[in-house]
């Protein structure tokens, strides 16, 4: 199979892979693997073959062309379906989503997914502009969570983040300016929070869409947290509410 037969997604490392065939296997087309990883990882390589993946030798040198970080292994999955907000509010009627606006970092992207795959949010929404891809830096930053978590693709978020508060949903906008604490606030069963990147924060239009402002208190002298963190702490605090 060359990487462009399928319109796919090379995830690396035994971590995120392992991760992949525990919980959806099905997003997996092939695996390649280094004489020296058959080695190290055999019950890996025996459960992909028990699922009847097909496992491929290729030279080290062939791995890192695609991603330095290889450890030996790489698998081609399915990119994870992009969903649209229509597909939301059909099919989700409560629970906790989260929004990233102008997240653009591969990792922080990933470990916002990995945090709200363990606060068991509904779904995530994405700017369709300005927004890390869907990245083998993400998927392995996500440790599987990429492809297991519901993605919402969002012409406008500031739109779409409006349309649902018509619709009854909360919609919670975090902000170092913010006067009201996110530790005080009393949740609903329908609940969006939007975080923004460490550098900009969320935009402008989305900030405004938003209904309420709510702040991480800090006691430290650096206020801002990175944005993977900041999202961490608001779904892990919002869904123990909840």
Not at 129 to 134: F, I, K, S, V
């Amino acid at each position: 199979m060359s990487k462009n037969k399928y319109a796919s997604l090379p995830v690396v490392g035994p971590h995120a892979l392992g991760a992949v065939l525990d919980e959806c296997p099905e997003m997996l087309l092939e695996l390649w693997v280094s004489n020296q990883s058959i080695k190290e990882h055999p019950q890996l390589l025996d459960q992909a073959r028990s699922m009847g993946l097909a496992v491929k030798r290729v030279r080290s040198d062939t791995l890192a062309e695609i991603d330095k970080a290889h450890r030996g292994l790489l698998g081609w999955c399915r990119p994870p379906r992009l969903r649209r907000l229509d597909w939301l509010t059909k099919t989700i009627n409560s629970g906790l989503l989260l929004a990233l606006d102008r997240v653009t970092d591969a990792h922080n992207f990933g470990a916002c997914l990995r945090s709200a795959e363990a606060a068991s949010v509904a779904g995530v929404l994405l700017p369709a502009r300005h927004a890390a891809g869907l990245s083998p830096g993400a998927a392995k930053s996500s440790s599987g969570a990429l492809f297991r978590v519901p993605l919402i693709a969002c012409d406008s978020l500031a739109s779409d983040i409006r349309q649902l508060g018509e619709l009854g949903w909360n919609t919670l906008a975090l902000s170092e300016q913010a006067n009201d604490s996110l530790f005080a606030y009393q949740p609903g069963d329908r609940e969006l929070v939007v975080v923004g990147n460490e550098h900009q924060g969320i935009g402008p239009q989305t900030a405004s869409a938003c209904q309420h402002k709510l702040a991480i208190p800090t006691q430290g002298k650096n206020a801002s947290l990175n944005v993977a963190v900041a999202g961490g702490v608001a779904v892990l605090t919002l869904a123990a509410r909840m």
